[in-house]
T-cell receptor
Framework: AQKVTQVQTEISVVEKEDVTLDCVYE???????LFWYKQPPSGELVFLIR??????QNEISGRYSWNFQKSTSSFNFTITASQVVDSAVYFC??????????FGKGMKLTVNP | GAVVSQHPSWVICKSGTSVKIECRSL??????MFWYRQFPKQSLMLMAT?????????EQGVEKDKFLINHASLTLSTLTVTSAHPEDSSFYIC?????????????FGPGTRLTVL
């Protein structure tokens, strides 16, 4: 069975702080994809990144960076110099051979000015 | 590209009535569409997988007769909540996948907020 665990449920930071969102996954598939989505208060899911299981290179996109570690089954997401606009719920998700996208419970980030 | 729309964006209805939600892929053909439900402060839970021209596959615990799904064309899937009750109030989100889907991200609609009085 596939499972995604986001241990942190809620984090509050002050603007310009760095924040890391943890994601741990479980799957028996050797080929799988990992995702991060942002859900602002409006509700619409915003795609942030997709990573396949064969690519362990870390990725940086502006203030966002992702650390994929197969050895620990983790796919952590770091926001550098956080901004108020980063306030949202962030979901980590896993797609394996079952063709179903499994979401973690989400982590609410609040960035205070 | 890869835009998915939902209509309506929100709906309020009386208990016992039926509500239809549309999900459209605007610039690609979607052989597979997915319907999710999200209760407040909770994660997205897959309700069913909708395949064009065939019956939907429902997840365990989802009532087929209550949540009717029709995927009559490659660009449209509908979810009908029949005899809605207050406990059906939720945020319903659809997503769509192009025919070559496997591992590619699903393209999500903006969601429909259903409130049943």
């Amino acid at each position: 069975a596939q499972k995604v665990t986001q241990v942190q449920t809620e984090i509050s930071v002050v603007e310009k702080e760095d924040v890391t969102l943890d994601c741990v996954y479980e799957t028996r598939d050797t080929t799988y994809y990992l995702f991060w989505y942002k859900q602002p208060p409006s509700g619409e899911l915003v795609f942030l990144i997709r990573r396949n299981s064969f690519d362990e290179q870390n990725e940086i996109s502006g203030r966002y960076s992702w650390n994929f570690q197969k050895s620990t089954s983790s796919f952590n997401f770091t926001i550098t110099a956080s901004q108020v606009v980063d306030s949202a719920v962030y979901f980590c998700a896993l797609h394996g051979g079952s063709e179903k996208l499994v979401f973690g419970k989400g982590m609410k980030l609040t960035v205070n000015p | 590209g890869a835009v998915v729309s939902q209509h309506p964006s929100w709906v309020i209805c009386k208990s016992g009535t039926s509500v239809k939600i549309e999900c459209r892929s605007l610039d690609f053909q979607a052989t597979t569409m997915f319907w999710y439900r999200q209760f407040p402060k909770q994660s997205l839970m897959l309700m069913a997988t909708s395949n064009e021209g065939s019956k939907a596959t429902y997840e365990q615990g989802v009532e087929k007769d209550k949540f009717l799904i029709n995927h009559a064309s490659l660009t449209l899937s509908t979810l009908t909540v029949t005899s809605a009750h207050p406990e059906d109030s939720s945020f319903y989100i659809c997503s769509a996948s192009p025919p070559q889907y496997w591992g590619d991200e699903q393209f999500f609609g903006p969601g429909t907020r259903l409130t049943v009085l």
